[in-house]
T-cell receptor, first 112, second 117 residues
């Protein structure tokens, strides 16, 4: 069964560094998303992307965050200058329509 | 007010028995979708089942079924014949709005299910 693939599975970075989280959505999907889950807390929406542009974003998704679909298969989340509070599990997700939203296995980001 | 409420932080079930995980939601939008996800200790989020607000029948996917009671705004997940591998965190989530709305999911706090052998 096709799946959403995220790399790396774990990333450690120093505060103030830029980090790029990578995702390969399911190939025929049109909608792409990033969510995050701080340890022990709820899953929170960051951003959704459709038709090569951001369709919706949350308050968390400030100027430090950006997304890109550079080559038609990858979907990336960039955090420009990481803070300690950015430490979380980051999930990429994709869907063909507005239902059946499939998540990847996540990237655990640790900011030291 | 919380949009998604999961009132059971933890539950035990005996292997091979059925279990119901509760989820209530709050929306004034007539068009919405409800999702359940499983998160094992390894951390991934596994899609289980989806119910649209206009769907006439309750959704089923294998051993998972969704007990959708629209008037009560509840969307409980029923797992039949529990297996040890069902031990995990379970999240209920909602997407609000019709075709032209966004696809943002709002998640509940989760229920940790533990299956006893």
């Amino acid at each position: 069964e096709p799946e959403v693939t995220q790399t790396p599975s774990h990333q450690v970075t120093q505060m103030g560094q830029e980090v790029i989280l990578r995702c390969v959505p399911i190939s025929n999907h049109l909608y792409f998303y990033w969510y995050r889950q701080i340890l022990g807390q709820k899953v929170e929406f960051l951003v959704s992307f459709y038709n090569n542009e951001i369709s919706e974003k949350s308050e968390i998704f400030d100027d430090q965050f950006s997304v890109e679909r550079p080559d038609g298969s990858n979907f990336t989340l960039k955090i420009r200058s990481t803070k300690l509070e950015d430490s979380a599990m980051y999930f990429c997700a994709s869907s063909e329509r507005r239902d059946y939203i499939h998540f990847g296995n996540g990237t655990r980001l640790t900011v030291t | 007010a919380q949009k998604i409420t999961q009132t059971q932080p933890g539950m035990f079930v005996q292997e091979k028995e059925a279990v119901t995980l509760d989820c209530t939601y709050d929306t004034s939008d007539p068009s919405y979708g409800l999702f359940w996800y499983k998160q094992p200790s390894s951390g991934e989020m596994i899609f289980l089942i989806y119910q649209g607000s206009y769907d006439q029948q309750n959704a089923t996917e294998g051993r998972y079924s969704l007990n959708f009671q629209k008037a009560r705004k509840s969307a409980n997940l029923v797992i039949s014949a529990s297996q040890l591998g069902d031990s995990a965190m379970y999240f209920c989530a909602m997407r609000e709005g019709g075709v032209n709305a966004g696809n943002m999911l709002t998640f509940g706090g989760g229920t940790r299910l533990m299956v006893k052998p």
